[in-house]
């Protein structure tokens, strides 16, 4: 969602045209406004944190100054941050300020310039020469950015029209950047894409980024009221032995009847990640041989719980990287997307 705020009724107009065109809604901020419901009565830098709270773009028509005040306080860092964009009360331009890259600003503002005729006002080095862009690349390959404070070597080396190396460990469905020299070794390479952990001496390279592509999903069958600690606790062992990263699930998958097992949702709000359930008919759908049991068949109307939900939830073409693995009532599996 898109929250735009304005200062004049010229610009509320130009507001209008937005909420027109795209999810948005309208805030004003102005004597004339005061009786509308669209009013904000409160400070500006307290409805910009109800917005970075609520991870929605803020849109300020109006003097760049005022935009900056008001998200001072809100700012942590660019993987965080929710886009910020200003625009005057004319849409004669519309300028991103924040999190122009991960976040999604420069490409919000190439939107709102198709809406509104305004020029979109791109800031960014690298975009300025069509440079490599690490973030962007980040985003659009859904890869979780490990260690932020390489990014400003990684883009100085863009810019200054130095080679980039990038290293892609079993490639994982990954597409290597345009313009960047792919390595054979991981030593070699400027950025390395890997799902395996890292150590605290990589999180903390500014000479090496490390990108994570979020590509495994992790099925869960468990017994009704499952220990909570338990079941986090098996899930990190099967990662380890697996070696991979926990930053690369993608969510967690069960059976709908498993939807309000308190086990699985606090798991899903610990580490963040989405919790989707299937019907038993979807999961008896996913094509492939996997474990049965009868028990479970007999119980839930499907004869394997974690393997096909896993499966259903990467989508065609998954590849399954762990059947069933049960331990005291919880079963695991992991599926991987289409490489």
Excluded at 6 to 22: H, N, R, W, Y
Excluded at 42 to 63: H, M, Q, R, T
Excluded at 163 to 190: H, M, Q, Y
Excluded at 256 to 269: F, G, Q, T, V
Aim: net charge negative; aromatic share 6%.
């Amino acid at each position: 969602m898109l929250r735009v705020i304005t200062f004049t009724e010229q610009g509320k107009a130009v507001a209008k045209k937005i909420a027109d065109s795209m999810p948005a809604k309208i805030y004003t901020k102005y004597h004339s406004a005061a009786d509308s419901p669209e009013y904000v009565s409160v400070p500006l830098s307290v409805w910009a944190k109800e917005g970075f709270l609520a991870g929605d773009a803020l849109l300020f028509i109006g003097a760049a100054g005022i935009a900056v005040r008001a998200i001072a306080g809100c700012i942590q860092d660019k993987l965080s941050d929710v886009p910020v964009l200003v625009m005057d009360m004319q849409a004669g331009f519309v300028i991103p300020i924040l999190s122009g890259h991960y976040g999604g600003a420069n490409r919000l503002a190439q939107e709102l310039a198709e809406i509104t005729g305004a020029v979109p006002v791109i800031t960014t080095a690298t975009d300025q020469i069509g440079a490599f862009a690490a973030d962007l690349y980040a985003k659009e390959e859904r890869m979780k950015i490990r260690n932020p404070k390489a990014l400003p070597y990684i883009s100085g080396k863009a810019v200054a029209g130095e080679e980039l190396c990038i290293f892609v460990d079993n490639g994982w469905g990954i597409t290597p950047p345009k313009g960047v020299k792919i390595s054979g070794e991981e030593r070699d390479a400027d950025i390395v894409v890997t799902l395996r952990p890292l150590t605290e001496e990589e999180l903390l390279r500014k000479d090496i980024l490390y990108l994570t592509p979020v590509r495994i999903h992790v099925g869960i069958g468990c017994k009704r009221n499952a220990d909570p600690n338990q079941v986090e606790v098996y899930l990190q062992r099967i990662l380890t032995e697996n070696c991979l990263d926990i930053h690369t699930l993608a969510d967690i998958a069960s059976i709908d009847r498993k939807k309000d097992e308190p086990a699985i949702l606090m798991l899903s709000e610990k580490l963040g990640l989405p919790f989707h359930t299937f019907s038993a008919g979807e999961l008896q759908a996913v094509p492939g041989e996997f474990p049965v049991s009868r028990f479970v068949e007999q119980t839930v109307g499907v004869g394997n719980v974690a393997s096909r939900a896993a499966a259903c939830a990467a989508g065609a073409g998954f590849r399954m990287l762990m059947f069933n693995a049960a331990e005291s009532g919880v079963t695991l599996a992991l599926a991987c997307e289409k490489e």
